[in-house]
């Protein structure tokens, strides 16, 4: 079995070059027209050869499901003037998944995905659980919703659970990129100005203008926001920060420790590979994950598609 290059509670120095970073933009928003497509490609690009295959290549065809249903669903409502201006004033989510109220648009987009999800190839217990969240009562569904955006998943219920974070994902992505990137302002450490939303990892990126920078990824929304590096995305510590990999991997993908709050959670580097995808790389090197279980860190990130690690 792979090991870490580091022992568990090293603090290994990131070997990345700082030098040279420039003044990043801020904020990136999504581009729902190509952002789920790309990634339903990224995630079958990455089941070939891996253990996960099967998984990884049904979540592809979730990726693909997601993007049909952002193409065919009604434009959603975005924020008003007001609520915009108090968000950017007080330094609050515009987009506040607290606050968030079901409407005719995420209404379409959670159908579109349930009878796209209905036709496509997956395993028997997942057939399963989307027949029982298509039969479930629409009180029952908002009971799902509310647990998905408060990160808090009920181990008995997980694959209904990613159906209806794959919707969320949907909408509050075209929620996303309607707003102006130029607006968004930063509401606190590890948490995303567009809705309040943990990240799933963060990207090192190789961008002009932006070589070095580092980005975190909503888990929720997609939208990328810019944080400093060699710090706790989880509690802003900078010290006792160290990166852990698996033993012959390439560099790509990293466990960022810390040991103020003993977290951790992925840097992917883009220099090294630029087909990178913070949620679908996240769920691919989950033998990461398992490694970190064997010393004292504990998983801060959160993605919807790895549920129950």
Known sequence: ????????????PDPS????????????LPDPTTLFERRAARFRHLAAGNPLGPYLAFLGHVCTAQQRAAGAAPQP?????????RAHTHHMPPLDRARFTADAAFDAVFERLLSEAAAMDKPAQAAAALERLRAASDVARGEMVRNVLADSIPMEALAEHLYVSAALQVHFTRLAASLDAASLVPVGDGVCPTC???PVASLVVDWAGAHGARYCACSLCNTLWNFVRVRCTACGSTGGIGYQEMEGGNGSVKAETCDACHSYAKVLYLAQDG????????????GLDLKQKEGPYRRSAFNPFLLGY
């Open 196 to 198: 309040g939303g943990p």
């Open 77 to 85: 409502e975005p924020p008003d003037a007001p609520t915009l201006e």
């Open 17 to 28: 070059v700082l030098e040279g970073v420039t003044a990043p933009a801020f904020a990136h």
């Open 1 to 12: 079995m792979s090991r870490l290059s580091g022992p568990p509670g090293a603090a290994i």
């Open 275 to 286: 087909g990178l995808d913070p949620v679908a790389d996240d769920v691919a090197s989950l």
